[in-house]
């Protein structure tokens, strides 16, 4: 390349040593029209020739070879490839980062890609980092990223390759902690978890409670498993979780104390929130009971074992006094 610029760079060195041949021939003629006709051709012939090979110092003329430069075209692709936007982010490496694990029919990185990009993070799929990624990469669906989310995705957390978005782990894992962020998240997991081909409204019971427990992976509730067992043992009375009882329930979380006293029916609740409310107190009931009655018994055990015990003791001085006469 460099070779090609040289040569095309100065092309008046071409044009003047075809200039030169042109002179020499014209002197030529001059020369032999004097000296006399029968020499002409001899004279004019050998003058061109040495004129075309050689200079006027007897240096020979360097061959000279106009080639079509390449610069222009291999200089687009070297800007392009050192693309570097204002964070210092190479959109190359970026783009080269998601050509690694998308799928060879569709543009995006699908399931096989997606457990390919979380080995090479050293995540589990199903954890909640992941969870955080795709909130930040803005993905509307589990197991995929299109090329559109990965590129801008990158671009929001200011990383261009494996270690530049594992180094951004902690910092999205505190700022995911933050009441607006965090609230943003937990709208985003709910649309997250439908299947869009689907055409879902509603997440499925079972993901739906896997997608809580996620979510709530820093920030857990106390009243949350007792949500998820409440679920978990009404499958047949619930058959999805609507986005208006998703998005209620972290409201609930944040103004219902664990003890369930301050819940009033009476309020804008969505009616599985009163359904779940007379369950827990009944299991809690239950539970009061259990404790007391078995609380009874070990008081009765450890009676009945003092009684014992006593009665072992006052036989054993009897045999005493009689072994003693």
Not at 85 to 94: A, E, F, H, P, V
Not at 119 to 139: G, I, K, S, T
């Amino acid at each position: 390349m460099g070779q090609c610029v040289t040569k095309c760079k100065n092309p008046a060195s071409t044009l003047g040593s075809k200039s030169g041949d042109k002179d020499s021939s014209s002197k030529s003629s001059k020369k032999s029209g004097t000296a006399g006709g029968g020499s002409h051709k001899e004279e004019l012939s050998a003058p061109c020739s040495k004129a075309t090979s050689e200079l006027s110092n007897g240096t020979k003329t360097p061959d000279v070879t106009v080639e079509t430069p390449i610069l222009p075209s291999l200089m687009g692709e070297s800007l392009k490839d050192d693309r570097v936007n204002g964070d210092g982010l190479s959109m190359w490496r970026i783009e080269e980062l998601f050509c690694c694990y998308k799928d060879e029919q569709e543009d995006a990185i699908l399931e096989e890609g997606m457990e390919r990009f979380c080995n090479d993070l050293c995540v589990d799929p199903a954890e909640f980092r992941v969870l955080v990624l795709a909130w930040r990469f803005q993905a509307a669906t589990m197991c995929k990223f299109t090329r559109k989310e990965f590129v801008e995705g990158c671009k929001a957390i200011k990383a261009d390759s494996i270690e530049g978005i594992c180094s951004r782990f902690p910092c999205m894992l505190v700022e995911a902690q933050g009441e607006e962020n965090f609230k943003d998240l937990y709208r985003f997991t709910f649309q997250f978890g439908l299947d869009a081909d689907e055409g879902q409204r509603s997440l499925q019971r079972d993901i739906a409670i896997a997608l809580w427990r996620l979510v709530f992976t820093q920030n857990k509730p106390e009243i949350l498993e007792h949500w998820l067992d409440f679920l978990a043992e009404n499958p047949s009375g619930i058959r999805g979780i609507s986005r208006d009882t998703w998005n209620m329930f972290l409201n609930f979380t944040q103004a219902i104390g664990p003890d369930l006293n301050n819940y009033s029916e009476d309020e804008a609740w969505p009616s599985l929130f009163d359904t779940f409310v007379e369950w827990e107190l009944e299991r809690r009931k239950r539970d009061q009971a259990l404790f007391a009655k078995q609380e009874e018994e070990k008081c009765s055990t450890t009676e009945a074992s003092s009684t014992t015990d006593g009665l072992e003791t006052e036989g054993g001085r009897g045999s005493q006094t009689w072994g003693g006469h």
